[in-house]
C-alpha cells in the first residue's frame, strides 16, 4: 500500500496550536528568520513550524528535536547544522547548502530538497517517504536504515552514499549516479526504478 500524503493544513495547525511548554527552547512558529546570521545558534526544542528561513546562514546551529513541519530552509547555508529528531514534515531544503549537516532520525516526509547540497550528511534512519530528492548531491552520504519509499531520486548524485538496510521500495532511481554505493540489505520492490546504466547484482 502506497503512503499517504501528509495532509499539511492539519499538522500545521495541530503544531501551531501545540502548548509551548513541548518546546522549551521556544515558541516561533510561522516567524521569518530570512536571511539572518543564525551561525552556531543553539534553536534545539523550538517549534519553527512554517518558519521562514530563506537564505539564513545556519552553520553549525543546532535544531536538533525542533519541530520544523513546513519550514522553509529555501538557498539556505546549513553546512554541519544538526537537525537530528527533527520532525521536517513537507519542509523546502530547496538548493539549500548542508555538506555534513545531521537528520539522524528526523521526519521528512513529502520535503523538497531539489538541488541541495548533501554531501557527507548524515540521514541514518530519517523517513524520506515521498521526498522530492531530484538532482541533490547525496555522493559520500549516510543513508543507512532510511525510509526512502516512493521517493523521487531522478538525477540524484548517490555514489559512494551508505545505503545499507534503506527502504527503496516504489523509489524512482532513473538517471542516479551510484557507482560505489552500499546496497546491502536494502528493501526494493517492483515499482523501484534503478538506474538504466547500472543493473542490480540481485537482478543479473
Same mark, same amino acid.
Not at 515558541?27 to 513550524?49: P, T
Not at 546551529?61 to 529528531?85: G, M, P
Not at 515499482?191 to 546504466?197: E, I, L, M
Given at each position: 500500500?502506497?503512503?499517504?500524503?501528509?495532509?499539511?493544513?492539519?499538522? %500545521?495547525?495541530?503544531?501551531?496550536?501545540?502548548?509551548?511548554?513541548? %518546546?522549551?527552547?521556544?515558541?516561533?512558529?510561522?516567524?521569518?528568520?530570512?536571511?539572518?546570521?543564525?551561525?552556531?545558534? @543553539?534553536?534545539?526544542?523550538?517549534?519553527?513550524?512554517?518558519?521562514?528561513? =530563506?537564505?539564513?546562514?545556519?552553520?553549525?546551529?543546532?535544531?536538533?528535536?525542533?519541530?520544523?513541519?513546513?519550514? +522553509?530552509?529555501?538557498?539556505?547555508?546549513?553546512?554541519? #547544522?544538526?537537525?537530528?529528531?527533527?520532525?521536517?514534515?513537507?519542509?523546502?531544503?530547496?538548493?539549500? %547548502?548542508?555538506?555534513?549537516?545531521?537528520?539522524?532520525?528526523?521526519? &521528512?516526509?513529502?520535503? +523538497?530538497?531539489? !538541488? $541541495?547540497?548533501? =554531501?557527507? *550528511?548524515?540521514?541514518?534512519?530519517? +523517513?524520506?517517504?515521498? *521526498?522530492?530528492?531530484?538532482?541533490?548531491? &547525496?555522493?559520500?552520504?549516510?543513508?543507512?536504515?532510511?525510509?526512502?519509499? @516512493? $521517493?523521487?531520486?531522478?538525477? $540524484?548524485?548517490?555514489?559512494?552514499?551508505?545505503?545499507?538496510?534503506?527502504?527503496?521500495? !516504489?523509489?524512482?532511481?532513473?538517471? #542516479?549516479?551510484?557507482?560505489?554505493?552500499? &546496497?546491502?540489505?536494502?528493501?526494493?520492490?517492483?515499482?523501484?526504478?534503478?538506474?538504466?546504466?547500472?543493473?542490480?547484482?540481485?537482478?543479473?
Amino acid at each position: 500500500m502506497a503512503d499517504k500524503t501528509p495532509d499539511l493544513d492539519a499538522l %500545521f495547525e495541530d503544531f501551531l496550536s501545540e502548548p509551548e511548554e513541548q %518546546f522549551p527552547g521556544g515558541h516561533h512558529a510561522g516567524e521569518s528568520f530570512r536571511g539572518a546570521d543564525l551561525r552556531l545558534q @543553539n534553536l534545539s526544542r523550538m517549534n519553527l513550524a512554517g518558519a521562514d528561513f =530563506r537564505g539564513a546562514n545556519l552553520y553549525r546551529a543546532d535544531l536538533r528535536h525542533s519541530e520544523c513541519t513546513h519550514t +522553509n530552509f529555501t538557498k539556505a547555508y546549513l553546512a554541519e #547544522a544538526q537537525f537530528n529528531a527533527c520532525r521536517m514534515v513537507t519542509a523546502s531544503l530547496v538548493q539549500a %547548502f548542508a555538506r555534513g549537516a545531521g537528520f539522524a532520525g528526523c521526519d &521528512l516526509r513529502g520535503a +523538497n530538497l531539489y !538541488g $541541495a547540497i548533501l =554531501r557527507r *550528511a548524515y540521514f541514518s534512519g530519517a +523517513n524520506l517517504s515521498g *521526498a522530492n530528492l531530484l538532482r541533490v548531491n &547525496l555522493r559520500k552520504a549516510d543513508l543507512s536504515e532510511a525510509s526512502l519509499r @516512493n $521517493a523521487n531520486l531522478h538525477c $540524484a548524485d548517490l555514489r559512494e552514499a551508505n545505503l545499507s538496510g534503506a527502504d527503496l521500495r !516504489g523509489a524512482h532511481m532513473e538517471g #542516479a549516479h551510484i557507482r560505489g554505493a552500499i &546496497l546491502r540489505e536494502i528493501r526494493h520492490d517492483d515499482r523501484t526504478v534503478w538506474p538504466a546504466s547500472i543493473r542490480p547484482s540481485w537482478e543479473q
